[in-house]
């Protein structure tokens, strides 16, 4: 509950960016503002994830390269967390295909559907993340998970939109 009221107040704070974002996004890159797309939450029911556009015709547009470079491209998954399909910190949201994909989808993967979704998470600032490194944080977060860690994650996350998604990452992992 308390996650869903500091998503909606967060909506509300950042509705002025939210905006020039969007209008940004309208004005250079044209096209829909928003990009929707079926992702997998805690237990592994599907809702639709929200985030702004960065890619049109299978290329990172103009904006997007900004948008991704800082995180803003995630701002509108607040709207997830106040809906409840997501909190602020957990496993990456994936689609089914992901799933498929990365073979994480046999009973022994259990383990990370029990916890919901995040907008942002411990395998997110891993400084490389390949299948099994991502597989391990996110069963690690999921077993494990604690006020501490998460405020880390919280703080690094955070710090990505000020300097950039790699020197957060750099400072996590010291």
Sequence with gaps: MVQRLGAAIGVIVLAPLLAVVALVIRLIDGGPVLFRQPRLGLGRRPFTILKFRTMRDGNVTRVGRLLRRTGLDELPQL????????????????????????????????????????????????????????????????????????????LASFTALALGKQRAKDWFWR
Excluded: K
Aim: proline fraction near 9%; glycine fraction near 6%; aromatic fraction near 10%.
């Design 79 to 154: 709207v997830n967390i106040a809906r409840g399909d997501m909190r602020f910190i957990g496993p990456r949201p994936l689609t089914d295909a992901d799933v498929t994909r990365l073979e994480w989808d046999s009973p022994r993967q259990d383990t990370r559907w029990q916890v919901p979704p995040g907008l942002t998470g411990y395998a997110q600032l891993a400084p490389t993340c390949d299948r099994q490194l991502s597989w391990s944080l996110d069963e690690d977060y999921a077993q494990h998970r604690y006020p501490g860690l998460d405020l880390r994650i919280l």
